[in-house]
C-alpha cells in the first residue's frame, strides 16, 4: 500500500465552459497544486448532480487525482487562499486522499505564526 503525502505551496485554476454532453461528466473546475516546480495533485470539481469517479495516483507522472463536488470548491479554494502551510495525503489502498491545513494554534486569526 502506498501513502502519498505532500505539501502545496503553489496552485493554479482552471475553469472549464462548455457543452458535457448526455453521458459525458467533466470536471467544471480543476485546480493544479504544486510543491514548488512539481506538479503533484490535480483536484477536479464535478456538479453536485454527478457521481465521482474514483480518485487515482498516475504512477508514471506521481500525480494524484482527487475527485470533489462542486459544492466544496469554496472551502478548498479558501484554505488554499488563505492558510499556510496546506498538504495533501492520497491512499491508494482506501483510494481516499484529503487536502489539509498544517498544525495551528487556536484562535490564531490573523496572527498566523507560520507569516511572521
Known amino acids: 500500500m502506498k501513502l502519498v503525502v ?4 503553489h496552485y493554479w ?3 472549464q465552459a462548455g457543452r458535457t454532453g448526455n453521458n459525458l461528466i ?3 473546475i480543476i485546480i493544479k497544486c504544486y510543491h514548488d516546480d512539481d506538479y503533484v495533485l490535480q483536484a477536479s470539481f464535478y456538479p453536485d448532480n454527478k457521481s465521482l469517479p474514483d480518485n487515482y495516483y498516475d504512477v508514471n507522472s506521481k500525480l494524484v487525482y482527487l475527485r470533489y463536488q462542486l459544492s466544496m470548491y469554496d472551502s478548498i479554494i479558501d484554505i488554499l ?23 495551528e494554534p ?11
Open 6 to 9: 505532500s505539501e502545496i505551496n
Open 13 to 15: 485554476v482552471h475553469f
Open 26 to 28: 467533466y470536471p467544471r
Open 106 to 116: 487556536i484562535g490564531e486569526g490573523e496572527n498566523d505564526a507560520d507569516f511572521q
Open 81 to 103: 487562499r488563505n492558510e499556510k502551510p496546506i498538504y495533501f495525503s492520497y491512499s491508494e489502498k482506501s483510494k481516499l486522499g484529503y487536502i489539509r491545513t498544517g498544525k
